[in-house]
């Protein structure tokens, strides 16, 4: 079967870091333009970083320098490492995977492949 599972939330306190896991199975997962989005309660859900299958990255402006995306395509998984948390991080976070697009930044209808979303809080 086709999926994709996140890891790694939890709840930390501002400043603190998290890093988030995707792992996929049932497709190929390497061949694949991937991102992270983030959906916080009232909002609209927001790309917050992206990369190509061959490793072109991009962020949203309020994560860079404090977020890493990563992907090992050896083993089939994503990765977001967040550090210097704020509490305007906090959200369902949720990874996506597209094998239509090449290209970074799609829009989440680009994506055909999506997890079930992981929670983040980040408390003050």
């Known amino acids: 079967a086709v999926r994709l599972v996140e890891s790694g939330g939890g709840s930390v306190q501002a400043g603190e870091s998290l890093r988030l896991s995707c792992t996929a199975s049932?497709?190929?997962?390497?061949?694949?333009?991937k991102a992270w989005y983030r959906q916080a309660p009232g909002n609209e859900c927001e790309l917050v970083s992206s990369?190509?299958?061959?490793?072109?990255?991009d962020y949203l402006d309020s994560v860079k320098g404090r977020f890493t995306i990563a992907q090992d395509t050896a083993k089939n998984t994503m990765s977001l490492q967040m550090n210097s948390l704020k509490p305007e991080d906090t959200a369902v976070y949720y990874c996506?995977?597209?094998?239509?697009?090449?290209?970074?930044?799609?829009?989440?209808?680009?994506?055909?492949?999506w997890g079930q979303g992981t929670q983040v809080t980040v408390s003050s």
């Open positions: 996506a995977a597209s094998s239509q697009y090449p290209c970074s930044r799609l829009i989440p209808t680009d994506y055909n492949y």
């Open positions: 990369i190509t299958s061959d490793g072109r990255t």
């Open positions: 049932g497709f190929d997962f390497a061949d694949t333009a």
